[in-house]
T-cell receptor
Framework: GENVEQHPSTLSVQEGDSAVIKCTYS??????FPWYKQELGKGPQLIID?????GEKKDQRIAVTLNKTAKHFSLHITETQPEDSAVYFC?????????FGTGTRLTIIP | EPEVTQTPSHQVTQMGQEVILRCVPI?????FYWYRQILGQKVEFLVS????????KSEIFDDQFSVERPDGSNFTLKIRSTKLEDSAMYFC???????????FGQGTRLTVV
């Protein structure tokens, strides 16, 4: 089955700086790679996603890149703000099932 | 904005008791899922449901678990005889299937005592 690894497990960045979170996956059949933000006591919130036929996608301050050959994908957040503080999860799979990474706790230092 | 709703938000049950967790998926979605998250850990897939049947399930989803779509709007997860290790946050999600985006509910915290 699919195995997703995520690094780092914790990340602290100064407000205004950029944050990068990286994930690798094992199953070449995975074709959908979403990123979720989870705030304390809440469900995962989809923030951006990318499909296997695309290498990069951007939505305002958030971007995701995918390298299918190397089986890794990354989340980039620029101009970080205090409200970006949360746990971020990557996931890989398809419409039937997602396998999640172990999460990154991002803390934005004012 | 449409959202997935789950009830109850918190359920406490005695070991060995049956529990039913309820979800109302987004109305035009076709795929329904249950995931769980043990405190401080990653989100784990339990089961996906499409066209009134299970399409995929994980090793966690053993004979103690079942899912049902009893009517046109609800989607339920039943745990027949709860164990202490079933304590977790249970998330329902739904997807329209076409694009693959899964939207999650706020979760039900299940505590087995």
């Amino acid at each position: 089955g699919e195995n997703v690894e995520q690094h780092p497990s914790t990340l602290s960045v100064q407000e205004g700086d950029s944050a990068v979170i990286k994930c690798t996956y094992s199953d070449s059949a995975s074709n959908y790679f979403p990123w979720y933000k989870q705030e304390l006591g809440k469900g995962p919130q989809l923030i951006i996603d990318i499909r296997s036929n695309v290498g990069e996608k951007k939505d305002q301050r958030i971007a995701v890149t995918l390298n299918k050959t190397a089986k890794h994908f990354s989340l980039h957040i620029t101009e970080t703000q205090p409200e970006d503080s949360a746990v971020y999860f990557c996931a890989a799979g398809g419409y039937e099932k997602l396998t999640f990474g172990t999460g990154t706790r991002l803390t934005i230092i004012p | 904005e449409p959202e997935v709703t789950q009830t109850p938000s918190h359920q406490v049950t005695q070991m060995g008791q049956e529990v039913i967790l309820r979800c109302v998926p987004i109305s035009n979605h076709l795929y329904f899922y249950w995931y769980r998250q043990i405190l401080g850990q990653k989100v784990e897939f339990l089961v996906s449901f499409y066209n009134n049947e299970i399409s995929e399930k994980s090793e966690i989803f053993d004979d103690q678990f079942s899912v049902e779509r009893p009517d046109g709007s609800n989607f339920t997860l039943k745990i027949r005889s709860t164990k202490l290790e079933d304590s977790a946050m249970y998330f329902c999600a739904s997807s329209d299937g076409g694009r693959g985006e899964a939207f999650f509910g706020q979760g039900t915290r299940l505590t087995v005592v």
